[in-house]
C-alpha cells in the first residue's frame, strides 16, 4: 500500500518563481500527510502555451525549475512527478519528470501528443519509458497523450509493466463553461478507465487551476477535476472543478506488480487482455 498526493494548484502564466514556490510548498504538506508520491500539474512552472516558453524554458536536470522540485523531493523524501517546460538546446519541450526520493532524475517524459495549438511552443517527444521504483512500476505521459487515438500511449505504458501512470495535466475550459449542464470530466474517464482496466493498473492526472491569461486559450480557465482511476476502471478519487479551486488530494492504492523481470513473453503476455 502506498499514498499517493494529487496536487491541484494554481499555476500563473509565466510567474516561474511563485510557481515553483507553490509546488514546494504542496510538495511538504502532502510529505507531511504521509504521501510517498507527490503528483503536481503540466508545465507547472511557466503555464501551458503561456509565450513565456519561448524565453523562460530552463533545463532538465540542472535548470532552475527542475533544482528546485529535486531539492524538495530530496528534503521531503518522497517521490515527486511534475510537468516542466524544458529547455534543450535551441528547443522547448513539454516535459515532465520523475525524481526519487533522493533527489535523482527516474524519468523525464516529453508530451507526444500535444494539441494542434501546442505546436508552436514545443517540439515533439519521441520515446517512452517506465521507472522500476521499490514502490512499483511507474509510467508517466501528459495531458493529452490519453487520449491519443486507440489510447496507444497509455496502453504501451501497460506493455512496458506500468503499475501505475502518472498524468500531470492542465485541464481548460472556455471562459463561460456550465458545469452543471456539462460536468467535466468524461473525457479523462474515458481514457483512463479502459487502460486501467484492461492491464489492471491506476491512472492518475493532476490538473491545474487559474485563467489562462497569455496564448492561443487566453481567456480559458484551468478547473481541477483531477482524478484517479483504479484497476477496476472505476473513479476512486476526483478533485472539485473551479478556476480558484486548490486542493491537495491522496489516496491509499495497492500496487500489485508483476513478478521481477527475466521471465521474457510470459511477462508480456500477462499485460496483453484478452480479446
Known amino acids: 500500500m502506498i499514498t499517493l498526493a494529487l496536487v491541484q494548484m494554481r499555476v500563473d502564466g509565466g510567474a516561474k518563481t511563485s510557481n515553483l514556490s507553490r509546488a514546494e510548498e504542496r510538495i511538504a504538506q502532502a510529505a507531511h500527510r504521509g504521501a ?19 524565453t523562460d524554458a530552463d533545463a532538465i536536470p540542472d535548470g532552475e525549475s527542475c533544482a528546485r522540485l529535486r531539492a524538495a523531493a530530496r528534503a521531503c523524501r518522497v517521490h515527486v512527478c511534475a510537468g516542466l517546460v524544458e529547455r534543450a538546446g535551441n528547443r522547448v519541450f513539454n516535459s515532465a519528470v520523475l525524481i526519487a526520493p533522493g533527489g535523482e532524475i527516474l524519468l523525464v517524459h516529453r508530451k507526444l501528443n500535444e494539441l494542434e495549438i501546442g505546436h508552436a511552443f514545443y517540439a515533439p517527444g519521441d520515446r517512452l519509458a517506465v521507472a522500476r521504483t521499490a514502490l512499483g512500476t511507474i509510467g508517466v505521459m501528459i495531458c493529452a497523450d490519453a487520449f491519443a487515438r486507440g489510447q496507444v500511449v497509455g496502453r504501451a505504458l501497460g506493455l512496458m509493466g506500468a503499475d501505475l501512470i502518472l498524468s500531470p495535466s492542465a485541464w481548460a475550459v472556455p471562459a463561460g463553461h456550465d458545469p452543471l449542464r456539462d460536468p467535466y470530466g468524461q473525457l479523462w474517464l474515458d481514457n483512463y478507465a479502459p487502460v486501467a482496466r484492461d492491464f489492471r493498473l491506476w491512472i492518475a492526472g493532476a490538473s491545474n487551476v487559474g485563467p489562462m491569461t497569455a496564448g492561443p486559450w487566453q481567456g480559458r480557465r484551468c478547473i481541477g477535476c483531477s482524478l484517479l482511476v483504479g484497476p477496476d476502471g472505476q473513479p476512486a478519487l476526483q ?7 486548490e486542493a491537495l488530494l491522496q489516496a491509499d492504492i495497492q500496487l500489485v506488480p508483476l513478478p521481477a523481470r527475466g521471465d521474457g513473453w510470459e511477462t508480456l503476455w500477462r499485460r496483453i487482455p484478452a480479446p
Open 239 to 245: 478533485g472539485p472543478y473551479g478556476e480558484q479551486a
Open 36 to 54: 510517498q508520491v507527490v503528483l503536481l500539474p503540466e508545465a507547472l512552472n511557466l503555464g501551458w502555451t503561456h509565450p513565456s516558453a519561448h
